[in-house]
Antibody
Framework: EVQLVESGGGLVHPGGSLRLSCAAS????????MSWVRQAPGKGLEWVAN????????HYVDSVKGRFIISRDNAKNSLYLQMNSLRAEDAAVYYC???????????WGQGTLVTVSS | SYGLTQPPSVSVSPGQTASITCSGD??????ASWYLQKPGQSPLLVIY???KRPSGIPGRFSGSSSGDTVTLTISGTQAVDEADYYC?????????FGGGTKLTVL
């Protein structure tokens, strides 16, 4: 069974940093693109970042470019999101997702909540 | 801009057919996916590549595409189908979601 388990969320002050982790199991992690998607409270889904299987190709939504870094460790079956210079508008539930055929997301974690407040 | 436009809400009676549309330029060239999300839960993929259903998704869910518009159709809608529905595609290196449609079954 495919499982994605996020961790690392919490309360952070504006301008602070946080590192999210996603532990993957039940599939060959190194064979898949992975992605982060977020959802602000009461709002819709917003794609944050994608990464290819080897970590050579990374893409970000414009609003996080230069502040967030997606990375992975295939030996540990883990995906990460380093979030720096956090802003109030970054507050959201962050989901780790597996990327399936043609950019669909066939598995999602339970999400981890990031709160940005002074 | 490469946004995807969905109606904010759709209502349907139990047993009837619900249709949710999603429009945007990237859909002319790229496949769409559809997700449903129930309160307090993670999104669930229900349609990919415009019209394919993942295993475990009931046959009453179907998808179609025409030009810059894709449509999610739920035939014989049930109360359990009440949820928020999101379309998604990509444009160059960017992934984009629609704003979401709240499906009410009443």
């Amino acid at each position: 069974e495919v499982q994605l388990v996020e961790s690392g969320g919490g309360l952070v002050h504006p301008g602070g940093s946080l590192r999210l982790s996603c532990a993957a199991s039940g599939f060959t992690f190194s064979r898949y693109y992975m992605s982060w998607v977020r959802q602000a409270p009461g709002k819709g889904l917003e794609w944050v970042a994608n990464m290819d299987q080897d970590g050579n190709e990374k893409h970000y939504v414009d609003s996080v470019k230069g502040r967030f870094i997606i990375s992975r460790d295939n030996a540990k079956n883990s995906l990460y999101l380093q979030m720096n210079s956090l802003r109030a508008e970054d507050a959201a539930v962050y989901y780790c997702t597996r990327v399936f055929d043609y950019n669909s997301r066939d598995h999602w974690g339970q999400g981890t909540l990031v709160t940005v407040s002074s | 801009s490469y946004g995807l436009t969905q109606p904010p809400s759709v209502s349907v009676s139990p047993g009837q057919t619900a249709s949710i549309t999603c429009s945007g330029d990237p859909l002319e060239d790229n496949y769409a996916s559809w997700y449903l999300q129930k309160p307090g839960q993670s999104p669930l993929l229900v349609i990919y590549e415009d019209s394919k259903r993942p295993s475990g998704i009931p046959g009453r869910f179907s998808g179609s595409s025409s030009g810059d518009t894709v449509t999610l159709t739920i035939s014989g809608t049930q109360a359990v189908d009440e949820a928020d529905y999101y379309c998604q595609t990509w444009d160059s290196d960017n992934v984009v979601f629609g704003g979401g449609t709240k499906l009410t079954v009443l």
